[in-house]
């Protein structure tokens, strides 16, 4: 049988690995001074080429053999800007926080390169690997269990020193804890009280404030508002933009509301069953979308206007998503897709500029993944 870890390599239209600008490291020292370097805004600060994992899937109790894998993740690029957010959005299971978890290192890579400042951080380890770390910081997408329901806020927020002792000395922890959640908008007093004395919105506030805590150029928000109330959703993104502005962070925000993902991103990539179907600017893939699975759900984002609603164009897809473990030859849409022919089946289609709109400056002159990539007028939400 053949290894999971190699077939079906993707060959994305992406930038390869030689289109970054690998740092020359030769101790761990050199690393650890490399991840140092600044980054000019509007520059790539994280570089992700080909990105695969596969879980793999056993039979047998006592002798085990790999039988097959789930390809949650299957050759994802994309690049990340100083200054700029990244929204991701898609199905449930599509590979979004598989993405988010390989990022933090907290899933092993299968295959692919993740370049942070030039260094490939899934082969990192010891002292660099823990610097990376620092600089890179996740809010988690629960706020109920994401906090240590046993620990104050003081010590939750002030647990990263520990771990980092370099960025804040001991007697000067508990003034820069109540610096944080001043920041965030809660009560420097509040310092002592447990996560179960604050409401859901209060408690991912304190989630960013432990996120900020050691000051990191990145942070992956895993749909950080989807258990929230509405009103509750709009302060938490708006105190997310303010302290993007104010600690020149850069994010990847990974959502299922496209309104919120719209409101706050800079550009778009759209995922579908462990790939990238779509990335583009947020006027690109919001009003000019080209792939057909990107239209669909846009499509079916509700629309507050009566006249509008009865104009537009509902796209309802058949079928069932196709099984990450056996997904379909070619391009993983086709099964659902209304525009697919025979060669959708043989030839896997590269996440590049389509050919009808390449050198043009038009709007739909960005990456689709889709051999018959065309505009389709759909009607949005406001």
């Not at 690995?17 to 020292?29: G, I, K, L, N, P």
């Not at 804040?168 to 804890?177: C, H």
């Not at 846009?298 to 009566?306: E, G, K, T």
Request: hydrophobic letters at 40%; glycine letters at 6%; proline letters at 7%.
């Amino acid at each position: 049988m053949a290894d999971p870890t190699k077939a079906d390599e993707p060959q994305d239209a992406m930038p390869n690995v030689s289109d970054v600008e690998v740092a020359e490291v030769h101790s761990e020292e050199e690393a650890v001074a490399a991840l140092d370097a600044n980054v000019e805004r509007g520059e790539p600060i994280l570089q992700v080429r080909n990105l695969v994992k596969h879980f793999p899937l056993t039979q047998g109790i006592v002798i085990k053999r790999q039988i097959g894998a789930v390809k949650a993740v299957d050759g994802v690029s994309f690049d990340l800007h100083q200054g700029e957010t990244l929204g991701i959005v898609g199905e449930s299971g599509c590979g979004k926080s598989t993405v988010a978890k390989l990022l933090m290192s907290l899933e092993t890579a299968t295959a692919g390169e993740v370049f942070y400042k030039g260094q490939d951080i899934t082969r990192l380890s010891g002292r660099a690997l823990k610097a990376v770390r620092r600089n890179i910081q996740m809010i988690f997408q629960d706020p109920y269990t994401s906090l240590n329901p046993r620990m104050t806020v003081g010590d939750i927020i002030g647990e990263p020193f520990d771990i980092h002792p370099e960025v804040a000395p001991k007697g000067d922890r508990r003034r820069k804890v109540m610096d944080l959640l001043d920041v965030v908008g809660l009560n420097p007093e509040y310092i002592n009280r447990y996560p179960h004395q604050f409401s859901g919105g209060q408690r991912q506030r304190i989630g960013i404030a432990r996120g900020l805590a050691l000051n990191p150029e990145i942070i992956i928000c895993d749909e950080p508002v989807s258990a929230l109330d509405v009103s509750v959703q709009a302060q938490v993104i708006n105190l997310m933009a303010r302290l993007q502005d104010e600690f020149n962070l850069s994010y990847i925000f990974i959502a299922h509301d496209l309104s919120i993902v719209r409101h706050i991103s800079d550009r778009v990539g759209v995922m579908y069953l462990g790939k990238m179907a779509e990335v583009g600017t947020d006027e690109q893939i919001y009003e000019y979308p080209t792939h057909p699975y990107t239209q669909a759900l846009l499509s079916a984002v509700p629309v507050p206007d009566p006249e509008a609603r009865e104009h537009r164009d509902r796209i309802i897809l058949t079928g069932d998503v196709p099984s990450p473990a056996n997904p379909p030859s070619g391009c993983r849409f086709r099964t659902r897709c209304w525009k697919a022919q025979d060669k959708c089946a043989q030839e896997e289609p590269l996440l590049a500029i389509p050919e009808r709109f390449k050198g043009s400056d038009t709007p739909a002159a960005h990456e689709s993944a889709c051999h018959f990539a065309e505009v389709k007028d759909v009607v949005h939400a406001a």
